[in-house]
Each structure stands twice: as C-alpha cells, then as structure tokens.
T-cell receptor, first 116, second 117 residues
C-alpha cells in the first residue's frame, strides 16, 4: 500500500526567508511520481512541482525546489524567499503506477503562515 | 493549458435532497476522473475513480449508492450526492487524469462547497 506522511501540521516563516516542508512516502512500486500542491483558502489546487522516481536531478520550479532523497523516501519542498502570498495549505502527493489507475494519494497537509 | 470547469462552486441544500456536481474538461479529453472529498483543515480523501464509459471504482468505505458517479463522455463527469445529510457537508473536488499526456497529467476543478441544512 502507498502512504504519504506530512508531520508538520503548521509552519511559520518570516517573509523573504526560506522554508522546508517535510514529506515522506512509502511504496513498493519502483515507478512513482511525487507532487506538491498549494491550496489557498479559496480551495483551488495549484500544482507546484513534480519529481519522478527515476529522475536523477532534484526538480526545481522558480522559487520551489524538491529535495528528493530516494533512499530515505523523502521529498521535501523548499520555498526560497518566502512571500506573504505563500501563506496556504501545502500538500504532498504520490502517484503510483498507471496500472493501478494512476490515482493520486495526498498527505495530511502543512499550513504555512508567512509573517511580515 | 488544460482546464476543468467544476460547477456549482457553492451549494446549499436541504437534508434529504440530492445534489449534482459537474466537472467538464474544456480543451482536452479526460480519460479518467478522480473525485475527492475534503473536510476543513484536512487532507483530500479519494472517493472514487471513474473511467469514461465504465463503472466507477470506489474507495473502501465510500457508499456507491450514496455518491453516484457518471462519466458518460470524455469531457464530462458528474457526482451526485443522493439523500444528502448534514454530515455530507464538505468540499468536493474533481481531478482529471490524462493517460499518456504530460508527465504531470492532473488537472483539478475549482471545487464545490456543499452545505446540507
């Protein structure tokens, strides 16, 4: 069975500083994908970054980077130069093999608050 | 980019009535639609997976007779909450999967906030 764990219910960060949101996962599939989404209070799911299990390099998308440590089964999100607009819920998610239907399983989420 | 239009965004209904939520893919064919439910300050819980033209696959613990899912075309999937009760009040969100398309492959609707009174 697949499992995603986010152990930080809430995080605070000062504006312009960097913050790391933790995510660990468990799967027996050799092929999987890891995602991070941002969910503001409006409820929409905003895709941030993706890491494939066979990707050799850590993914980066602007101010977002994913610290992928395969042996430790962790996929932490790093947000550099935090902005007030970054305040939101952040979800880590994992997709298993498409043969399993390709469903996306989410972690518990981390509520990030950026302080001015 | 790919867009999934979800309606209604908010709905209030009386206990015992049924509510239909629609998700429409506007510029692509959604081969698979995932339906999630989210309670306040909690994670998205997968309710069911539907593939165009076939019956939906429900996750364990989800009542298939209460949450009716129809995916009759490649651009439209619906979730009907039948005989709604206050405990069904939640945020429902769909996500369209595109097999074989981009490596990301998921497009979320904007969600529906259901309140049953």
């Amino acid at each position: 069975a697949q499992k995603i764990t986010q152990t930080q219910p809430g995080m605070f960060v000062q504006e312009k500083e960097a913050v790391t949101l933790d995510c660990t996962y468990d799967t027996s599939d050799p092929s999987y994908g890891l995602f991070w989404y941002k969910q503001p209070s409006s409820g929409e799911m905003i895709f941030l970054i993706y890491q494939g299990s066979y990707d050799q390099q850590n993914a980066t998308e602007g101010r977002y980077s994913l610290n992928f440590q395969k042996a430790r089964k962790s996929a932490n999100l790093v947000i550099s130069a935090s902005q007030l607009g970054d305040s939101a819920m952040y979800f880590c998610a994992m997709r298993g093999n498409y043969n399993q239907g390709g469903k996306l399983i989410f972690g518990q989420g981390t509520e990030l608050s950026v302080k001015p | 980019g790919a867009v999934v239009s979800q309606h209604p965004s908010r709905v209030i209904c009386k206990s015992g009535t049924s509510v239909k939520i629609e998700c429409r893919s506007l510029d692509f064919q959604a081969t698979t639609m995932f339906w999630y439910r989210q309670f306040p300050k909690q994670s998205l819980m997968l309710m069911a997976t539907s593939n165009e033209g076939s019956k939906a696959t429900y996750e364990q613990g989800v009542e298939k007779d209460k949450f009716l899912i129809n995916h009759a075309s490649l651009t439209l999937s619906t979730l009907t909450v039948t005989s709604a009760h206050p405990e069904d009040s939640s945020f429902y969100i769909c996500s369209a999967g595109q097999r074989g398309s981009s490596r990301y492959g998921y497009t979320f609707g904007s969600g529906t906030r259901l309140t049953v009174v």
